[in-house]
C-alpha cells in the first residue's frame, strides 16, 4: 500500500509550510527562535487571513471539507508552484467524490505500435501514468535498456531508475532525475489513490531504497512536462536529449514519449551512431 497517514490533505500542508523560507513568504524576523524550519502555524494563519485552529484542524485531519477561496489563500500563502496547488486540489475534499478511477488499459493499439516501428531514428516507448512501459521500439531498447528482456513487472521507468543499476548509472545526474520520477508519481498517487498497482509499487520502492522513501516523504509533486535529460551511455557516450510527451486520445491514461537530439549537435551525431549501431544487432 502507498505509506500515507490517511490524511494526505495536512500531510501535504504541513511538507508545504515546513519547506517555505518565511522571508521569501514576506515575513519579518521577529526575532524568535525557530525550533523548526519553514513556517510557523501562526504565521500560515496570518497570510491566509484564516484561523490559527482551523490550519491545526487541517492539518490534523480534522476538518475534511474546505472552500475554493481558503485552498487558493492557503496555495498563495505556501507560494505553491502551479503543479503544486493542482494537487492541493485533488486531495482536498472541495467536491463529492469522484468515482475510482479504473486502471489504464494494458493494450496498445496497433496502430500505435505501428507507429513506434515506422520511428528508426526516434527512440519511443508508450506509457501509462504508472510509467509502466506498454511498448517500445529498437531505438528505445538501444538507448535506455531491452525492455523485452525483462519481465513485464520490471518494465516500468520509475523503478529501474532506483533499482536497477544498469539504467541507474545511464543518468549523468541521477538524483535529480530520481526525485523529478518521485514527484511525478506522488501527483498520479493524489489523482488516483485507488490505483492498486501504484500503491504496490511505491510500497516497494519504500521499503527498498531510502532514497525513495526520504523524498517521497517530502511530498514534492509535479505533472509531467517537456523536459532534457543528459545520459552517459556505455556505446554512445553522453547525449543530451529532449523529451516529448504526447497524449493519445483513444487511451486517455496512455502516452506516447519520444526523445530527440538538436539537429546537428554532438548528441544528434551520438544518437545516430547508437540507432546505426542497433541496427546491426539481431532482435
Request: net charge positive; charged share 25%; aromatic share 6%.
Amino acid at each position: 500500500m502507498v505509506p500515507s497517514t490517511g490524511n494526505e490533505l495536512g500531510t501535504f500542508l504541513r511538507s508545504r509550510r515546513a519547506a517555505l523560507d518565511p522571508h521569501r513568504a514576506g515575513l519579518p524576523d521577529d526575532g524568535r527562535l525557530r525550533r523548526v524550519p519553514g513556517l510557523r502555524r501562526e504565521e500560515l494563519a496570518q497570510l491566509a487571513h484564516v484561523s490559527v485552529d482551523y490550519i491545526v484542524r487541517l492539518e490534523q485531519g480534522r476538518t475534511r471539507r474546505v472552500s475554493r477561496p481558503v485552498l487558493d489563500a492557503l496555495a498563495d500563502a505556501l507560494r505553491l508552484a502551479p503543479d503544486e496547488r493542482d494537487y492541493l486540489f485533488t486531495v482536498a475534499d472541495v467536491a463529492p467524490a469522484a468515482p475510482a478511477r479504473r486502471p489504464g488499459r494494458a493494450e496498445v493499439a496497433p496502430r500505435l505500435r505501428q507507429l513506434l516501428d515506422t520511428m528508426p531514428d526516434v527512440p519511443a516507448m508508450v506509457l501509462n501514468r504508472r510509467t509502466d512501459v506498454l511498448a517500445w521500439n529498437r531505438g528505445i531498447s538501444a538507448l535506455l535498456t531491452d525492455f523485452g528482456a525483462l519481465r513485464p513487472a520490471e518494465r516500468n521507468l520509475i523503478r529501474l531508475t532506483f533499482l536497477d543499476e544498469a539504467f541507474r548509472s545511464l543518468y549523468a545526474d541521477w538524483p535529480r532525475a530520481a526525485r523529478e520520477c518521485v514527484a511525478v508519481l506522488r501527483m498520479e498517487a493524489g489523482r488516483n489513490p485507488h490505483d492498486s498497482a501504484l500503491s504496490a509499487l511505491v510500497g516497494e520502492l519504500s521499503v527498498r531504497d531510502p532514497d525513495f522513501r526520504t523524498w517521497w516523504a517530502g511530498h514534492e509533486v509535479r505533472g509531467p512536462r517537456q523536459l532534457a535529460k543528459t545520459y552517459h551511455h556505455p556505446v554512445a557516450g553522453t547525449l543530451t536529449l529532449d523529451v516529448q510527451q504526447f497524449s493519445v486520445d483513444t487511451h486517455p491514461d496512455q502516452q506516447l514519449v519520444a526523445y530527440t537530439a538538436e539537429p546537428g549537435s554532438p548528441s544528434h551525431e551520438a544518437l545516430g551512431f547508437l540507432l546505426r549501431w542497433s541496427a546491426r544487432i539481431p532482435d
